[in-house]
């Protein structure tokens, strides 16, 4: 089992930055590939960055977020020129495979989430 703990939230004026936190425990050589999803209430769970092999970005975040990890246990999301779109609660999977899914099905161990808030 692996666990997932964010933390790093909060609220930012937009242009603003922040910096999220996933750190990983238990069986950390499964978490092969890290990714961040955010959802708000009444939406669809949404990808926005992962990294295994390689990386990748949703449109909407690529030239101001950059995803990246220290080891197998430790992710990070720099979220730079943040946006009320932004706004989200956010979330840190993890699944045993080097291949970067942008399907939230195919991750297997989730965070409880970190609220993110976009001012305007």
């Known amino acids: 089992q692996v666990q997932l703990v964010e933390s790093g939230g909060g609220l930012v004026q937009a242009g603003g930055s922040l910096r999220l936190s996933c750190a990983a425990a238990g069986r950390t050589s499964y978490t092969y590939t890290m990714a961040w999803f955010r959802q708000n209430p009444g939406k669809e769970r949404e990808f926005v960055a992962g990294i295994g092999s390689s990386t990748s970005y949703a449109d909407s975040v690529k030239g101001r977020f950059t995803i990246s990890r220290d080891n197998a246990k430790n992710g990070y999301l720099q979220m730079n020129s943040l946006k009320p779109e932004d706004t989200a609660v956010y979330y840190c999977?993890?699944?045993?495979?080097?291949?970067?899914?942008?399907?939230?099905?195919?991750?297997?161990?989730w965070g409880q989430g970190t609220q993110v808030t976009v001012s305007s």
């Open positions: 999977a993890a699944r045993e495979s080097s291949y970067v899914s942008r399907r939230g099905a195919d991750y297997v161990y």
